[in-house]
Each structure stands twice: as C-alpha cells, then as structure tokens.
C-alpha cells in the first residue's frame, strides 16, 4: 500500500473493517481477509490517527507506512503461528 492509498482508503469497507477495533471482539481474521496485504498498514494509520500521534510526535506518513510494510515483509514468515494476523491480533 502506498502513502496515497492509506490516505484516500475510506468508505464502507474501511468502516466495516475498523468498526470493531476498539472493542474486545475485534476480528484480526476478518480484518486481514477484508484487507490482505493491507491490513497492517491500515491498522497503524487507524491507531496512530486516532491517537494524535502523527500531530504529537511529529512522524511523518510516508515513515508509518514505510515501518508497517518492513515489518510485515520481514515477519518470521517460516513459522505460521508468527504471521500477520498475530500481530494484527496482539496490538
């Protein structure tokens, strides 16, 4: 994903997808079907939003999605059980 899609990516499906997010059933499968190689970067822009913390850290963006998408292509992809929705399913 890059910066352009995180920042125009609303509608429905974003709205489908995060409308749990703060609730203890939030759905970290649903949320990587929904999203699939999307998700992680779409989950960190949703919590650093909601957070303030582009405003209050001054981060830049581009560093966000940058971060997100290192981490997920270097995710210990051998093992299954470390995969994505772990992390999706841990924050």
Same mark, same amino acid.
């Given at each position: 994903? !890059?910066?352009?899609? /995180? +920042?125009? %990516?609303?509608?429905?499906? $974003?709205?489908?997808? +995060?409308?749990?997010? &703060?609730?203890? =059933? *939030? &759905?970290? *499968?649903? %949320? @990587? !079907?929904?999203?699939? @190689?999307?998700?992680?970067? /779409?989950? !960190?822009? #949703?919590? %650093? #939003?909601?957070?303030?913390? *582009?405003?209050? $850290?001054?981060?830049? /963006? @581009? ?5 997100? =998408?290192?981490?997920?292509? =270097? $995710? %210990? #992809? @051998? ?5 994505? +929705?772990?992390? /999706? &399913?841990?924050?």
């Amino acid at each position: 994903m !890059s910066l352009v899609d /995180l +920042t125009e %990516f609303t509608g429905e499906m $974003y709205e489908q997808a +995060t409308q749990d997010l &703060d609730n203890i =059933g *939030f &759905d970290a *499968f649903n %949320f @990587e !079907s929904m999203l699939n @190689e999307n998700a992680l970067q /779409l989950l !960190s822009f #949703k919590i %650093f #939003k909601q957070q303030n913390f *582009f405003d209050q $850290y001054h981060i830049p /963006l @581009e560093n966000l999605v940058n971060f997100s =998408g290192e981490l997920q292509m =270097g $995710y %210990f #992809k @051998e093992n299954p059980y470390h995969c994505i +929705t772990h992390i /999706l &399913d841990s924050i």
